[in-house]
C-alpha cells in the first residue's frame, strides 16, 4: 500500500474517531434528548456532547467512563463494519462505519432547521439560517460582502480571542 494511502486511512481514522465520540451511536440512553423533548437542541456544538461520551462508550451503564470501555466499544464498533472478518476495513466497510457515525450529527442538522418539529423541512424553515447573513457580515453596510469584509471579520475575532 502506498504511503499516501496509509495517511488518509490513518487520517480517516482519526476523524470517526472524534466524529464517534462527538456524533455517539444513536440517541441518549438515558432520557434520549429526542423523547425528552430537546428538539435540535444537542447538535455538534449542542449541551449534551458529555451525555454523548457515555452513550458512545459507558458499556456496563454506570455513568462512570473507563479507557477500558472505551476501548471495547471502539473494537466493537470496528469489528462491527469488518463486514468479511479479515482485522481490517476496506474502503466500503469504512465509508459504512463513517456514515454510521455522522447519521446523528445529519440528524440533529435536519432537527435544527425542522423548526416546528413536524419532521419535514419546508423552503422558509430551510432558508432561514441564512436570512440574515450578508447583512451580519456586511461590515460596510452596502449589502454586499466581500472577501476583505470575510478577512477583516476573521482576523479581529481573533484578536478578541487573543485578548487583544
Known sequence: MKNSTKYILIAGAVVVGIGGIV???GGFRHGGYHEAGFHGQAGFRGGFQGQRLFTAFDTDLDDVLTQAEVDKARSLQF???DKDGDGSLGIEEYQALWM???RERM????QRHDDDGDAKVTPEEFAKR?????SR???DGDGKVTRAELRE???SRRGHRRGG
Open 100 to 102: 454510521a457515525v455522522m
Open 153 to 155: 471579520r476573521r482576523l
Open 107 to 110: 440528524v440533529d442538522r435536519f
Open 137 to 139: 457580515l456586511d461590515t
Open 23 to 25: 456524533a455517539g451511536q
Open 130 to 134: 441564512t436570512s440574515r447573513m450578508v
Open 79 to 81: 469489528a462491527k463494519f
